[in-house]
């Protein structure tokens, strides 16, 4: 499995952003997609989890209500639309293939986002 995010970049508080994971690898389909983010001198933080098949997409509360995990499953893209963002949003933002219980098996390069007040 290999994952490839982009999207980040520098925006002022209370924009937007849309970052994009595309998947590729024969069993891709096997896994769930999460993304994660690890600011400056902080621990890996996990965000929100999809799957390629349905069901609903799981948001950690420190996101939920302003960040929107989707997906193309034609494109085998997963997107992460991020709305109001403020300052301590700043973070590289990863990608991730989860195995049962949300365990991340393989990552993506990583995009960073920075958000200035």
């Known amino acids: 499995v290999q994952l490839q995010a982009s999207g980040g970049g520098n925006v002022q508080a209370g924009g937007s952003l849309r970052l994009s994971c595309a998947a590729s690898?024969?069993?891709?389909?096997?896994?769930?997609i999460g993304w994660f983010r690890q600011a400056p001198g902080k621990e890996r933080e996990f965000l929100t989890a999809?799957?390629?098949?349905?069901?609903?997409?799981y948001y950690e509360d420190s996101v939920k209500g302003r960040f929107t995990i989707s997906r193309d499953t034609a494109k085998s893209t997963v997107y992460l639309q991020m709305n109001s963002l403020q300052p301590e949003d700043t973070a590289v933002y990863y990608c991730?293939?989860?195995?049962?219980?949300?365990?991340?098996?393989?990552w993506g390069q990583g995009t960073l986002v920075t958000v200035s007040s």
């Open positions: 991730a293939a989860l195995a049962r219980a949300l365990r991340p098996e393989y």
């Open positions: 690898g024969r069993t891709v389909s096997n896994y769930g």
């Open positions: 999809i799957t390629w098949t349905g069901g609903s997409p």
